[in-house]
């Protein structure tokens, strides 16, 4: 039962993400109609909008698109360019003293940084932790997967099975990759399993 609550909380939140992510793209929309309307106005710079205006409000949406990205697929790389392009900004638009210019750049440069050598350490998976007990047909109903299973699978079943099917041992850390999901041994003990992690791989994004 906690892990249907948790799965369906989890779901939720999801789905209000969903929700503001739409809100803002409709609201992205409606202000980039509303710009290219005004782009007569440009010749004249007591009129909006003018050259500074422009540039501003494309910044503007484009950390928007970005917001909406990262709230879509929840990766360290797109949590990476919204801060990149909202420093970016910063930068070209505020036109701010040649030090906070230099801060700007140095705070670019530790992003990359950080992105090249730190961000290995993150997957783009999405992760979920079930009772190994639990039927196969229930999780993929609530992740939304395609989990090959016969009828009244466990996760325990399928993973015994996958781990023969592959030699693999099954001890705690055992990865099975599947087709559009890998399980792994959170959990196991005196030659019992009692926990299972499903890592959802997020489309869209290698590079």
Not at 68 to 79: G, L
Not at 116 to 134: I, N, P, Q, S, Y
Not at 167 to 183: A, K, N, R, Y
Request: proline share 3%; aromatic share 8%.
């Amino acid at each position: 039962m906690k892990d249907v609550i948790a799965t369906f909380l989890k779901w939720l939140t999801a789905v209000l993400e969903f929700v503001i992510a739409m809100i803002l793209a409709v609201g992205i929309i409606l202000l980039s109609i509303r710009l290219i309307s005004s782009m007569v106005n440009i010749p004249n710079l007591e009129t909006w909008p003018n050259y500074d205006d422009l540039l501003e409000t494309c910044f503007n949406l484009i950390i928007g698109v970005e917001l909406i990205r990262m709230m879509y697929y929840h990766t360290s790389n797109t949590v990476f360019e919204v801060l990149l392009f909202a420093i970016a900004r910063q930068i070209i638009v505020d036109h701010t003293s040649t030090w906070s210019s230099l801060v700007g750049v140095c705070t670019i440069a530790v992003l990359f940084a950080t992105r090249k050598f730190l961000f290995c350490e993150f997957g783009d998976k999405d992760e979920t932790v079930f009772r190994a007990r639990m039927k196969v047909k229930t999780v993929n109903r609530l992740l939304g997967l395609n989990i090959p299973h016969q009828e009244g699978d466990t996760l325990l079943a399928v993973l015994e099975r996958e781990c023969n099917r592959q030699e693999l041992p099954i001890v705690t850390g055992t990865s099975v990759p599947l087709d559009d999901c890998q399980m792994r041994v959170l959990r196991a003990g005196n030659g019992k399993v009692t926990q299972i992690e499903i890592l959802r791989n997020l489309p869209g994004l290698e590079e």
